[in-house]
C-alpha cells in the first residue's frame, strides 16, 4: 500500500490547487490538502488557493472534534515544514462571508481576481477539489 | 499528446465517471497515450469488481476494465481512498482481515505520489468529476 515510486529528480512543475468546499460537510477539503502535500513531497512547486466556501477552512479555532471529524488546522500548519508557502485566499470569497477580518489558523496572501488569474495562467496543472 | 486521466467520482452516481470513460476512448481512437488513470476519492468505486449494474444499463466498471486490458494502460486506485471505500486487493484484504478483496486486477493500488509524478510527465492532466 505504500507509495514506492522515486520522486521524479528533475520535473519540476508549478502545480495549483484550489480548494473551494466548507470544512467538514464533505471529504474534499482533506483530499485537496493530502494532493498538496503529495505535491510538496515531490518536490514541486505548488499554490494552494482557498476560494468560496474553502476559506472557512483556514477559520481559526474551530472544534472538529464535537463530531469526530478530523482537524485541519493542524496539518495547515505544517504546509509550511513542508515547503508550502504559497498559500493563498480569495478577497471577494472572504467578503462575501464576512470573513476579511476572522482569525486565520495560519498566514495567507489574501488576492484578487486578478491575480488569482496569473496564477491560473502562470500554472502547468490546476486541481479543484 | 500524453494525458493522465483522474476520475474523481463513483460510476452511477455521476455522469463524470461514463464521461472520462468515453474521453479516453476518444483520445485513444485519435492517437494520444492514456500515460496514467488515476482513480482518486470515490473514483476509486471505478475498480470494484463486486459492483452489479442493471442489465439495461452500461457495466461502467467492466468498460473501464475492457479498456485498461485492452490499451495496457497504467492504472491506479489511490491507496487512502480506497482502503476507506473498501476497495481492496488481496493483500490489503489478507493485511487489513477482511473477508473478501474486490480490486480489479487491471488496476493497482498505490499513493498519490502517482499522480504527481504521472502530473510531471503528462502534457495534460484531464480531471473528472472535480
Known sequence: M???SAPPSASHRRLT?????APFGEDYPRACLDMVMAAAVFDQQVNYVFMDDGVHQLVSGQAP???GAKDLSAQFAALSLYGVENVF???QSLLERGLENAVLSIPVDVIDNACLQRLIQDSDQVFVL | MKITVVVHTAPWSHQASATAL???QAALKAGHVIHRLFFYYDGVHNTSTLAVSAQDEI?????????????EIDTVACVSSALKR???NDTEAARYERTASNLSPAA??????QLIDATTHSDRVVNFGA
Open chain 1, 89 to 91: 485566499a480569495d478577497r
Open chain 2, 108 to 113: 493497482e493500488i498505490s499513493g498519490l505520489g
Open chain 1, 65 to 67: 472534534a464535537a463530531i
Open chain 2, 59 to 71: 457495466d461502467i466498471p467492466a468498460e473501464w476494465q475492457r479498456l485498461i486490458r485492452e490499451h
Open chain 1, 17 to 21: 490547487f484550489i480548494s473551494r468546499r
Open chain 2, 86 to 88: 473498501g476497495i481492496l
Open chain 1, 2 to 4: 505504500t507509495d514506492t
Open chain 2, 22 to 24: 468515453r474521453f479516453c
